[in-house]
C-alpha cells in the first residue's frame, strides 16, 4: 500500500533554472496539497488541487511558482527562474475526499532543493 | 483556521506516558482537532483527530474538553521514535490546507 511519493528527494539547481518537482499521491486520493518548509521554519501551505483543477492558490508566490494535478500522472510544481530564497523542503499531500474537513492529509517524505 | 497554543518543547522519559496540551479558546463548533507530528527530516505523520469525544487509536489517544477549548495529545508509553515536533491544528468548514504553527518539540530521554 504505497504512500505519497515524491520524487526527486534531492534536487540541486543554479539560480535561474527550473525546478520540477513531482507527487503521486495515494492510491485512490485524487486532492493533493503542496506545502514549503524554508530552514529553521514552519509549514506553510501553498496550493490544493483536484484533477485538473486548482482550488487554492493563496498560499502561492504570485510569480515564478505554478502547480498542475492533470488528468494522468503526476502532480507537478514548477517553480522558473529559481532564486537562493527558494531552497527549501516542498512537501506534497494527498486526501482521499477533501470535502470535509475531518479527512487526514497523508504526506511524502518531501524534495529538497538547494538552490546554488 | 482558528488559531492554537502549544508549548515550544517538553521532555519525558522513555516508556513514561506524555500529555502534549493544545489550547484553542477560540475553536468554532464545526473545528475538527487534529494532530500530526514530524519526525527529523521526514514530512508530517497524521496521529489522530476529533470533534468532540475523545478518540483512540494506535498511536495515541486524543482527550477533548468539554468545552472543547483545549486538548490533549496522549502518548501512552512514550518510546525514542516518538521524538519529534507535534502540531495541533484546527480544520473548519472545509477542505483547505492545513495551517502549521510552531507545534512542540517533544525530547525523549532514554
Known sequence: ?116 | DAKTTQPNSMESNEEEPVHLPCNHSTISGTDYIHWYRQLPSQGPEYVIHGLTSNVNNRMASLAIAEDRKSSTLILHRATLRDAAVYYCILRGGGADGLTFGKGTHLIIQP
Open chain 1, 1 to 116: 500500500n504505497a504512500g505519497v511519493m515524491q520524487n526527486p528527494r534531492h534536487l540541486v539547481r543554479r539560480r535561474g533554472q527550473e525546478a520540477r518537482l513531482r507527487c503521486s499521491p495515494m492510491k485512490g486520493h485524487s486532492h493533493v496539497y503542496w506545502y514549503r518548509q524554508l530552514p529553521e521554519e514552519g509549514l506553510k501551505f501553498m496550493v490544493y488541487l483536484q484533477k485538473e483543477n486548482i482550488i487554492d492558490e493563496s498560499g502561492m508566490p504570485k510569480e515564478r511558482f505554478s502547480a498542475e494535478f492533470p488528468k494522468e500522472g503526476p502532480s507537478i510544481l514548477r517553480i522558473q527562474q529559481v532564486v537562493r530564497g527558494d531552497s527549501a523542503a516542498y512537501f506534497c499531500a494527498s486526501s482521499r475526499n477533501s470535502l470535509y474537513s475531518n479527512q487526514p492529509q497523508h504526506f511524502g517524505d518531501g524534495t529538497r532543493l538547494s538552490i546554488l
